[in-house]
């Protein structure tokens, strides 16, 4: 499979990289930094220059042409302002689910956050963050050309993933840590199987590949 990967020198997204690449899968990273390309390379994937805040929907499409699954992993980080978590949080993930459907990738994962609703109400930066990811999380829902998933995880953290999760539709706030998410969502981009589902996902204790196809049976 060709997997391409929006914010692929984030933290999830660069263990993912090396997950798939490790199983045989051709995966390209977009990165808006070339200081970050040889990190990409050193993780098996493909540096892909692109900046999604100021790309148009042809470009991105032109990235996406050919991948059998693409993964929106892009973030404005933790210490951006309000502007950039609507512009990369809710514009760029909107740029970027429009562009696969152009280009006509039928599997989409989108990275989202526990708690991320539209309507959230306040006006600090986290709130603007989760009504930015809320914001997108719908517009991808909307899309019937996709078979999207929605992967909402708890709090992250640096802790060595253990493979064992709880995956749902609702689990309750928890930590999770980052290599347990990219496990996960390398279970999720090999297999359309939980199209349609918007899932949370905290520590358990269940094996990833056993969370994964459990939700999908359910």
Same mark, same amino acid.
């Given at each position: ?9 984030? @933290?999830?997204?660069?263990? #993912?990289? +090396? ?6 899968? @051709? ?12 990190? =990409? ?10 900046? =999604? ?30 502007? +950039? ?9 909107? #740029? ?14 989108? &990275? ?17 963050? =989760? ?19 929605? #992967?909402?995880?708890? @709090?992250?953290?640096?802790? =060595? ?39 949370? #996902? &905290? ?16």
């Amino acid at each position: 499979m060709r997997i391409v990967i929006a914010g692929g020198h984030g @933290q999830i997204a660069l263990r #993912l990289e +090396r997950l798939l690449s490790s199983a045989g899968h @051709q995966v390209a990273g977009v990165i808006r930094n070339p200081a970050h390309e040889a990190d =990409l390379r050193e993780a098996g994937a493909e540096p892909v220059l692109l900046d =999604l805040e100021s790309a148009s929907p042809e470009e991105v499409a032109g990235v996406l042409e050919g991948a059998d699954a693409a993964v929106f992993a892009a973030g404005a980080g933790p210490g951006s302002g309000t502007a +950039r978590k609507n512009t990369v949080d809710r514009g760029a993930a909107v #740029l970027f689910a429009d562009a696969a459907e152009r280009a006509g990738v039928r599997r989409y994962i989108a &990275v989202s956050s526990m708690g991320a609703d539209a309507g959230h109400p306040g006006d600090e930066v986290f709130d603007v963050y =989760l009504r930015a990811k809320g914001a997108a999380d719908d517009h991808v829902r909307g899309k019937s050309g996709l078979r999207w998933t929605v #992967l909402r995880p708890g @709090q992250l953290t640096d802790e =060595l993933g253990t493979g064992l999760v709880r995956l749902a539709a609702s689990t309750g706030r928890g930590p999770v840590s980052r290599d347990d998410v990219a496990a996960v969502l390398a279970e999720l981009a090999e297999s359309d199987a939980t199209a349609g589902l918007t899932l949370e #996902l &905290v520590s358990g204790g269940v094996p990833v590949a056993v969370a994964v196809r459990d939700v999908a049976g359910n």
